[in-house]
């Protein structure tokens, strides 16, 4: 692949339907970038496909051609490894298909969480959506996806049925229960192997959603995040808390629980009764909502920004780690999150993560406005996380751009998704935005390959 430049790019204009941009286009500076503009990426070419035989043609081209090709529907979770590549925006393959008897949806690869929520809500039946509505499902739920829902219905890869893929040499193949090994890979395992072009998944029942923020000064963070950890010990599967701690410039800190409930309001209101202990909140969102506007709880920026992430799963919350977490004002980062995992995600699973024992996820957060901030970020995580009970593995989704699938999937898992690889795209055309080890690292990786199964690694079965 070093002989980049003489490749003849602008012929994939013959052979794709949707738009090609090349880099002496003046549209390039644009669409050449991701979501997160903290990372710089420089692929050769950028193909918005508008269906599967675009990604076919495309995919056809890359291999004669010997040049990597990764998908990437925005880029909320881009490393630059699209250097050099030719970068598949799949955004225009959108089309949604729900079947609300049978309770499933079939859809684009481009389609985004808050668009098939709206479809799925209209019937009283939800997907499983995560914080931001314009992450893309297939992008996320190849990574496992981390859903409001996940401790009432695992993953969001558990709820993929089925998927349309096209391999490296161009091939076009559906993937379902007949194909069980590239199935268990497609549910979780990344995006090394193939192009997706859709998925059915399956949508559960939602009559009724309660959802929303409370929201205090940062000087009540103790007693708030006291009252947390007391409710996450007793909720039910069908209720999910998340604590933030928020910092935005010019604003006073502040401390939140972010909730949503799969039931009735009474019931929801009953199970988070401890916080009415607390101080006064500054402000309550709680209420009924349309699962279609779950994105709203958090209000994450939808518009394309910068930010550096660092995520982590947490063995327990105890004293100690409630002090490091409140104790310090957490600026420069701008939010630091726990999420409440446990239920369904700690249930024995076969999907390439496995089960998570951890019962607590952290995600640290702040936005790189200079490179001098964005080095005082890096050190605000490293000290944080460095006092935090992290247990050293985190989904995919959680990944930065300095880490690899290794470092969230347990070894059998990447040795099944490397032999795989091998098979179906032998000169590593497909590029996910992490990478897998060979074989040889995988197999000397230090790591014990039961430990997600079990509490060796001093993982609580659940708190
Ligand atoms: C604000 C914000 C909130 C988030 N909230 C959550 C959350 O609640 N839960 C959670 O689990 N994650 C969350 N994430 C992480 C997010 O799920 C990942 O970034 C994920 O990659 C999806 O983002 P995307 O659709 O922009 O995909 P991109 O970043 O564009 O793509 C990421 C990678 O997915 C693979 N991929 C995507 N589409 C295809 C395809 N069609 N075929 C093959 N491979 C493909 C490729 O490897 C690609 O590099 C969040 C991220 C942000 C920035």
Do not use: C
């Amino acid at each position: 692949m070093s002989s980049l430049p003489q490749i003849p790019f602008a012929s994939l204009r013959d052979v794709v339907r949707g738009r090609v941009v090349l880099p002496a286009d003046a549209e390039f500076e644009d669409v050449r970038r991701p979501w997160n503009l903290a990372i710089e990426q420089s692929p050769s070419a950028v193909v918005e496909a508008v269906d599967a035989d675009d990604v076919a043609a495309v995919l056809r081209f890359a291999s004669t051609h010997a040049v990597p090709v990764t998908a990437q529907p925005s880029g909320h979770g881009a490393t630059g490894r699209a250097d050099g590549a030719i970068l598949l925006r799949t955004g225009n393959i959108d089309s949604i298909s729900v079947d609300p008897d049978a309770r499933t949806a079939r859809i684009g690869a481009g389609v985004r969480s808050g668009d098939l929520q709206r479809a799925a809500a209209a019937h009283s039946l939800t997907a499983l959506p995560g914080s931001s509505p314009v992450v893309t499902v297939t992008g996320a739920a190849l990574g496992g996806g981390l859903s409001w829902f996940s401790r009432r219905f695992g993953w969001m890869a558990d709820s993929v049925l089925a998927a349309d893929i096209v391999l490296a040499d161009g091939t076009i193949r559906r993937v379902d229960d007949s194909d069980p090994e590239l199935l268990w890979a497609l549910r979780g395992g990344g995006g090394e192997l193939a192009i997706v072009t859709s998925v059915e998944v399956r949508l559960r029942p939602a009559p009724a959603v309660f959802g929303g923020r409370l929201l205090w000064a940062a000087t009540d963070s103790r007693a708030v995040a006291e009252v947390y950890r007391a409710m996450t010990r007793s909720a039910p599967d069908e209720l999910t808390l998340w604590l933030e701690l928020l910092h935005f410039p010019g604003v006073e800190p502040m401390i939140a629980i972010d909730v949503t409930y799969l039931g009735l309001e009474e019931n929801a209101r009953e199970w988070m009764r401890p916080v009415e202990s607390l101080p006064v909140p500054l402000s309550d969102t709680r209420g009924m909502l349309s699962a279609a506007d779950l994105g709203g709880i958090t209000a994450e920026p939808t518009a394309p920004s910068a930010g550096l992430s660092r995520g982590e799963l947490l063995a327990h919350l105890d004293d100690t780690a409630l002090d490091a977490l409140v104790n310090e004002p957490i600026a420069p980062l701008m939010t630091v999150q726990i999420r409440h995992l446990g239920g369904a995600l700690s249930q024995p699973s076969d999907s390439p993560h496995g089960p998570l024992r951890e019962p607590y996820a952290v995600y640290l957060f702040g936005v790189p406005a200079s490179a001098e901030i964005a080095a005082s970020i890096r050190a605000a995580q490293e000290r944080l996380i460095a006092s935090l009970p992290v247990t050293g593995r985190k989904p995919i989704t959680f990944l930065t751009r300095s880490e690899s699938l290794a470092d969230a999937l347990p070894v059998t898992s990447l040795q099944r998704l490397r032999r795989l690889k091998d098979a179906l795209d032998p000169d590593g055309i497909i590029r996910g935005n992490f990478g897998l080890p060979d074989a040889e690292r995988i197999s000397s990786k230090n790591f014990d390959a039961d430990m997600m199964g079990t509490s060796a690694n001093g993982i609580p079965d659940m708190e």
